[in-house]
């Protein structure tokens, strides 16, 4: 079994700390021979991030210069593979764009959901936590029964916000036997319950 971190955000994301290069550099002092970049693509106008893009004739980064510095730095890192993606979040809301994502040559396409209630989970409004959590796994289920991608992004999110992460067996058994049939990856994520490190995020 080969080690790959398959979601990575750079400079490329609105949250991103590193630069592509210097995710590399950190992948082959570790050891971990196989990386792809998952930089976001939000549409919702309730993502947080949205009205941080520096850009604003787009709310996403410019997919050819992704492309480009994917490709300058598969030449100079050859020692490790290096893998495109991108990390699209409610793309069940969203299926004109996402369809328009799907048709370029990303080697992966992480789903996610990020919101619930009409704002950046677990909403603006001090929603109770069963209710937000039933909410979030409701919007997943729709997602992967709605959408083509290769991978479910932190199915765990909700962690993230509550001291309690009670989730109903029938929407978990629905999820997962969806993504099952549709040959989803359930994606391996500890960042709800790990600290990122101080130097590459």
């Not at 004739?57 to 050859?78: P, Q, W």
Request: hydrophobic share 40%; net charge negative.
């Amino acid at each position: 079994m080969r080690l790959a971190d398959m979601h990575i955000h750079t400079t490329f994301s609105p949250d991103g700390k590193s630069s592509m290069e210097e995710q590399c550099i950190k992948a082959i002092e570790i050891g971990i021979p196989i990386i792809c970049f998952t930089d976001h693509v939000d549409f919702n106008s309730s993502e947080i991030n949205v009205g941080r893009i520096i850009n604003k004739a787009s709310t996403n980064f410019d997919v050819s210069e992704y492309f480009y510095e994917v490709n300058r730095l598969r030449r100079i890192y050859n020692s490790i593979q290096i893998l495109i993606g991108i990390e699209f979040s409610e793309p069940h809301l969203f299926p004109t764009e996402f369809e328009d994502y799907s048709s370029m040559p990303f080697d992966y396409i992480l789903g996610s959901i990020h919101h619930c209630y009409g704002s950046v989970f677990p909403g603006a409004k001090n929603i109770e936590e069963s209710k937000a959590i039933d909410e979030y796994y409701n919007l997943m289920l729709k997602s992967i029964q709605t959408c083509e991608f290769q991978a479910m992004a932190h199915i765990d999110f909700p962690r993230r916000y509550f001291d309690n992460w009670n989730v109903s067996d029938t929407i978990m058994d629905e999820i997962l036997n969806a993504m099952i049939k549709k040959d989803i990856i359930l994606e391996v994520n500890t960042s709800s319950i790990m600290n990122a490190s101080d130097d590459v995020v």
